[in-house]
């Protein structure tokens, strides 16, 4: 027997009868053993899920499970295809053995894998003090329940909300409470909101909005307390500027902590930014040797990307968990030369105070912007992003028809300013500085992080821009 016909008789017989477990019932995992299925693998697979919940999505969540139009366990995700998988919900994953290949369970149970997927994403960064963050009213946002909680507190019309943090989730929750017609107050330690991902001349465009629809909009000031009456109730927050927001509910927007405690000790190359992987989703280890058994994929990636110097990219985003869970199932049933490679252009859309916005590419690995297509006084534009003279990013505000065109030029590498496509050209094309906030400026980190070319690397830095 040849060698290539040994090597794929051993592919044969892992699809067959090996053992995979996918760490996270989350939509990447779900999405992973689906593609692992349709790959032909027909051996035992298991899941493994810290919540009692079998895949949920979570973009309805911020949006409509809290105006009251979705009931957050109707948010199921479909399934495309029967699994045949054994489910381990309601049980976390608390250590790794890749000596011998054993994921450690919250129950003391070990489950042992031939091939094991880390789709284990993130969590909501909590209030720092705790005594603070236990006062009844004081909410975070990320899971199921997180959104249930939040949806019955604003339904029973709170006096004021207070919303911490002026990043994507804290700008959609306080446009969720102007449609409800409640009072909201934003507190954001940037210059303006959606700084971090989108920068300063976007973030003041989404400032005026937020005010023209009656947001009480706070920049450059965090809070520095939480205060509650005598029944535990939060009540008051002071901030930073001495000044003090009467609220009765609060939402700490915060950000997100990516889940790889449990990974304590494995030997990966797992910290702050997540997993270290190739572009093929395989695991590397704190060496940066890339692993055969262990894989990665959504939230809790980072990979390198080619359209970004090859930096490290960790993305939240849908459309990563779902094509990233692809290509990694994929590449755990094959061999060499047929790994697929995941070089998703990151894309994300957000709706708040009746705008979409929509934006492909990385925007803060540029250093430039400007406005190609519409209005910035109607609120319906594209605004493209270089870096050294070439497209890296565009965004749009009610005018995503175009990004597919931006998005071609940003996968070739074109010049910057770019060709506008259509007939709506602005009457000043001029490129000026994106205004991203200098490193260590606290504001939201954005949901595409570049984090340097170190893929063990457990203190990696957010660098959205040089001049």
């Known amino acids: 027997m040849t060698m290539s016909a040994t090597l794929a008789e051993l592919v044969r017989d892992f699809k067959a009868n090996g053992r995979i477990v996918i760490v996270g019932a989350s939509l990447a995992g779900l999405r992973a053993a689906e593609a692992l299925r349709e790959e032909g693998f027909s051996g035992s697979l298991t899941i493994i899920g810290d919540e009692p919940y079998e895949p949920y999505d979570r973009p309805p969540l911020s949006k409509q499970v809290l105006k009251g139009w979705v009931p957050a366990d109707h948010t199921l995700l479909p399934r495309f295809r029967e699994l045949d998988a054994q489910w381990r919900l309601g049980v976390a994953a608390t250590g790794l053995d890749r000596a011998t290949r054993q994921v450690r369970l919250a129950d003391g149970e070990q489950v042992p894998y031939h091939r094991l997927l880390i789709a284990t994403g993130t969590r909501a960064r909590q209030w720092p003090n705790p005594t603070e963050a236990a006062l009844e009213g004081v909410f975070s946002l990320r899971s199921r329940d997180d959104a249930a909680r939040l949806q019955r507190a604003l339904a029973e019309r709170p006096s004021r909300v207070l919303v911490i943090g002026g990043g994507f989730i804290g700008s959609e929750v306080a446009s969720v409470c102007r449609e409800l017609d409640i009072p909201v107050t934003v507190a954001e330690r940037g210059s303006a909101p959606l700084v971090g991902a989108l920068g300063g001349v976007i973030g ?96 809790v990636a980072r990979a390198p990307h080619v359209l970004y110097e ?33 070089l998703l252009l990151p894309g994300f859309w957000s709706g708040q105070f009746g705008v979409n916005i929509k934006s492909v590419g990385v925007p803060p690995f540029g250093d430039e912007i400007v406005f190609t297509q519409g209005s910035v006084k109607e609120r319906r534009f594209v605004a493209a992003y270089g870096r050294r003279g070439r497209i890296v990013a565009a965004v749009s505000f009610d005018h995503g028809k175009w990004l597919e065109y931006y998005a ?24 000026v500085p994106a205004e991203f906030p200098a490193p260590g400026v606290p504001t939201a980190i954005p949901d595409v992080v570049l984090t340097g070319h170190d893929p063990s690397g457990r203190s990696a830095e957010f660098r959205p821009r040089g001049r």
């Open 204 to 299: 003041e465009i989404a400032a005026e909005m937020q005010r023209d629809h009656g947001v009480d909009l706070r920049c450059g000031v965090g809070v520095s307390s939480l205060e509650g009456d005598t029944r535990g109730h939060v009540r008051r927050a002071r901030l930073s500027d001495g000044t003090t927001v009467e609220a009765d509910v609060v939402l700490a927007a915060l950000g997100s902590i990516r889940n790889v405690e449990w990974l304590e000790g494995s030997g990966l190359a797992a910290g702050f930014w997540g997993v270290g992987c190739d572009a093929g989703g395989r695991a590397f280890d704190i060496n940066g040797v890339v692993t055969d058994t262990v894989y990665v994929a959504g939230d």
């Open 310 to 342: 090859y930096q490290f990219l960790a993305m939240e985003h849908w459309d990563n968990a779902v094509f990233g869970a692809e290509v990694a199932a994929h590449n755990m049933v094959s061999l060499e030369p047929d790994y697929r490679p995941h």
């Open 408 to 431: 071609r030029l940003i996968e070739q590498s074109a010049p910057f300013p770019p060709p506008p496509p259509g007939w709506d050209r602005p009457d000043v094309m001029k490129p």
